[in-house]
């Protein structure tokens, strides 16, 4: 390691990032077995849950009544700019890791850390939560026989614990990590199974509204609103005002309420980032992982829209159910028995949304297991299976204890935290990582496909580097707004400076937004000022990230619109995340103490890239995971560049 004081040598480890250069992408331990289109129903299973049986309901009443389905569309485009972001990574580093790795190659190790970290929260609590919310519905089916023996014999009276220990969702999870455990083919044909159930299911209630639903629920009078909650306040002890359900119209509550429904409609998207945590099993990843994460998008857009225009059209929003609105909904048609098909239904999504939460735990935890980040014994991988199976079986333990011990209402925030983060970091990298100077993956074998588009850039990679060696040191403001051409370390440096300024400039946006919101609709100057500086600043920073060149590496798939779509979705990602009350982020303090002690006690010095940079002088200076090509060897080696193709890794298409 080159001479350093230990100060430097410390951050130095904490922003060492992933060298996979060196790595071939076609390699992997794990089975490559699953398709494309097994992507697009885990996607869609993960997505697609439970919610789709109880939010919309939910949102129309309370927020945007028939303008739900312009809320879901909101979501989904908020969604689609993440969405796309982890396209782009998946066809550029097909590996198991998904956010994780991603963070890794690009930002450094210790937000990798954190981010891993955050995910594998999310899938606990999401596992855990889901599991309860399975065994509850199933209960309600039998008319509450198991919370009612359970409740009498097993009752647990303590704070933070549940009101009794759930056997049935500890037995679900256990089944399904076996399950996964057994083999990631069997378990991809038991996802499509339950997705297909559930998506016929939403199939039905969407062609139902055609045939019971009035256009005219999306056309209702205040008046009418205001007699028929009249008469539901008088048949009913909790019911609500005339006034509380808005004007009328498609939009009762305005343009803000539709707001509001979209800011809640987003979650209902996340889920598909679990497909980026298949890159070591999935064939011909660079393709499949963009096209499934795309596809399974637009899926559960339609169907959200569809589910909610049901609903709306069925019946007026504002006597719509929050809890069970369909079987509510087709009571009111007087389709009562269709409330069985929605049952089935809901239980299939809970299970596609339970497989879509355990599936993805173990491959973050052996990620960063193999990296050397957490307890090597979770990266083991069993011979026959070809799955990280004490991974799988670890996790899943944990996430049955919770769902057995705890309650997790007081938890299914956190979820939203990690989820958001990965967000925001995968869309930063994009940022960065279109901006570098040069970017190399692998030594791919010789493709004829390839060697076109590689002579056809080779040009341009030498004009590259030609700039690379004459670039100036100098940093100044004709350089900020008039770069090269060509991406050159200068320019790289600045892109990373402009967009960790952008963070801050989008953090003080969403505290100014959602704290200062009543100073701001009261026209104080001061708000209204500082306002202005922050909106002016932000634009002004996209603008000049835009002005710097960006890299011409070609992939299967890339973000369009940079910089503005990832930097609108890190907007978004950032501003969910402050609307989060204070006791959830200290809830996540506490998480996060708790991972920074495995970090600094084992992770930083077990690290796989720590023992690289040991062993390499040059690797304690750069780390990069993206490798400057060398200047000169380009100049010198042209013959070679057919058969070292830089700017496309290689495709895995063969079978497992």
């Known amino acids: 390691m080159l001479p350093c004081g230990p100060a430097l040598s410390f951050v130095r480890c904490l922003v060492r990032k992933k060298n996979v250069s060196g790595e071939s992408l076609e390699d992997s331990r794990l089975c490559r077995c699953l398709s494309t289109v097994d992507l697009i129903a885990l996607g869609v299973g993960s997505t697609l849950g439970a919610g789709v049986y109880v939010l ?5 009443k309370s927020d945007s009544g028939p303008s739900i389905i312009v809320s879901f569309l909101i979501a989904a485009l908020a969604s689609v700019m993440a969405g796309l972001c982890y396209a782009e990574f998946g066809a550029r580093v097909p590996k198991t890791g998904s956010a994780y790795l991603y963070t890794y190659v690009t930002v450094g190790e210790l937000w990798a850390f954190i981010t891993g970290w955050n995910l594998i929260l999310s899938y606990v609590i ?12 199933f209960d309600e089916l039998l008319g509450k026989q198991i919370g009612i023996f359970f409740g009498t014999y097993f009752t647990m009276n303590y704070p933070g614990l549940a009101e009794y220990p759930d056997f049935f969702a500890v037995f679900l999870i256990l089944l399904l990590s076996g399950l996964l455990s057994f083999g990631v083919k069997e378990s991809a044909w038991v996802n499509k199974i339950f997705t297909a159930v559930n998506i016929l299911v939403l199939l039905f209630v969407i062609i139902s509204s055609f045939v019971k639903g009035d256009p005219d629920n999306w056309k209702i009078s205040e008046e009418h609103i205001m007699n028929i909650t009249a008469i539901k306040t008088n048949n009913s002890t909790y019911g609500k005002g005339p006034n509380t359900y808005g004007s009328g119209g498609f939009m009762p509550y305005g343009f803000t309420g539709t707001l509001a429904g979209a800011a809640t409609c987003f979650y209902a998207f996340v889920g598909f980032d679990c497909i980026a945590t298949t890159g070591e099993e999935v064939k011909n990843p660079q393709k499949a992982i963009p096209i499934g994460i795309v596809v399974s998008l637009l899926i559960c857009f339609m169907a959200y829209f569809g589910v909610s225009a049901a609903l ?9 159910d929050e809890k069970s609105p369909l ?4 009571e009111y048609v007087g389709w009562g028995p269709a409330k069985y098909v929605v049952a089935v239904g809901s239980l299939c999504a809970l299970s596609t949304s339970l497989i879509g939460s355990i599936f993805p735990m173990p491959r973050v935890i052996y990620a960063m297991a193999k990296d050397g980040l957490l307890f090597k014994c979770l990266a083991q991988i069993n011979s026959k299976t070809k799955t990280p199976l004490i991974a799988t079986l670890s996790s899943g333990a944990v996430a049955a204890i919770m769902a057995f011990l705890f309650d997790l209402k007081a938890l299914v925030d956190m979820m939203s935290i990690g989820t958001l983060l990965a967000y925001s970091l995968v869309a930063t990298c994009v940022l960065i990582l279109r901006y570098q100077p040069s970017l190399t993956y692998e030594e791919p074998k010789y493709s004829p496909e390839k060697a076109a588009l590689a002579a056809s850039e080779r040009e341009s990679a030498v004009s590259e580097s030609q700039i690379n060696m004459i670039q100036e040191n100098h940093f100044s403001l004709q350089t900020l707004i008039n770069p090269s051409r060509l991406p050159t370390d200068q320019t790289s440096t600045t892109v990373k400076f402009l967009v960790g300024l952008l963070a801050c400039l989008v953090c003080g946006l969403s505290v100014l937004t959602t704290y200062g919101i009543n100073y701001i609709a009261n026209f104080e100057p001061w708000s209204i000022g500082l306002l202005a500086v922050l909106v002016a600043s932000f634009i002004i920073t996209i603008l000049l990230i835009h002005r710097q060149p960006q890299n011409q590496q070609k992939v299967a798939f890339m973000v369009p619109l940079l910089p503005f779509l990832p930097s609108f979705s890190i907007l978004v990602n950032i501003y969910l995340m402050v609307q989060l009350s204070a006791d959830t982020w200290i809830r996540f303090s506490i998480w996060m103490v708790f991972g920074f002690l495995i970090y600094f006690a084992y992770g930083i010095r077990h690290s ?3 023992h690289r940079s040991n062993s390499d002088d040059d690797s304690c200076s750069e780390n990069s995971g993206l490798q400057e090509k060398k200047p000169m060897e380009e100049v010198d080696e042209p013959e070679n560049a057919n058969e070292s193709d830089q700017f496309l890794a290689h495709e895995r298409t063969s079978e497992c």
């Open 56 to 60: 919309a309901g939910e949102v129309a």
């Open 126 to 137: 999401g596992t855990s939560s889901v599991a309860r919310a399975w065994s509850g519905t």
């Open 312 to 320: 709306t059209l069925m019946m007026p929003y504002c006597l719509l």
């Open 327 to 330: 079987p509510v909904a087709f």
């Open 608 to 610: 796989l890239e720590g």
